[in-house]
Nanobody, 129 residues
Framework: QVQLVESGGGLVQAGGSLRLSCAASGRRRPSSSYVMGWFRQAPGKEREFVAAITGTPGMPYYADSVKGRFTISRDNTKNTVYLQMNSLKDGDTANYYC????????????????????WGQGTQVTVSS
């Protein structure tokens, strides 16, 4: 059974940085085959796309709201995807989830929750002003 476990969340002041990690286990195929996504959900709001990285060659894609501030990366040898978050704002406060799928998604589908097969439990990020 595939399992995704997020870590790295916490409380940070506005303007600060955090790095989230998502470790995968139980996969039947090489990690390089998987599309990995980060999503977030704030209280009372719908879950929204943050960033995704394709399987090899590992192309990154971002929501406009985080472009230039967040960086998604992956280490296939560790079955882990990262989300480096810089210049954090109040609006970044949310529970952050990682997700994956082995299907080769179209770019237009990377932001769609239903296209992902497995989800982690989330890690809370709170930005204080």
């Amino acid at each position: 059974q595939v399992q995704l476990v997020e870590s790295g969340g916490g409380l940070v002041q506005a303007g600060g940085s955090l790095r989230l990690s998502c470790a995968a286990s139980g996969r039947r195929r090489p990690s390089s085959s998987y599309v990995m996504g980060w999503f977030r959900q704030a209280p009372g709001k719908e879950r929204e796309f943050v960033a995704a990285i394709t399987g090899t060659p590992g192309m990154p894609y971002y929501a406009d709201s985080v472009k230039g501030r967040f960086t998604i990366s992956r280490d296939n040898t560790k079955n882990t995807v990262y989300l480096q978050m810089n210049s954090l704002k109040d609006g970044d406060t949310a529970n952050y989830y990682c997700a994956d799928t082995v299907r080769p998604l179209l770019v237009a589908d990377l932001s769609k929750l239903l296209k992902y097969d497995y989800w982690g439990q989330g890690t809370q990020v709170t930005v204080s002003s």
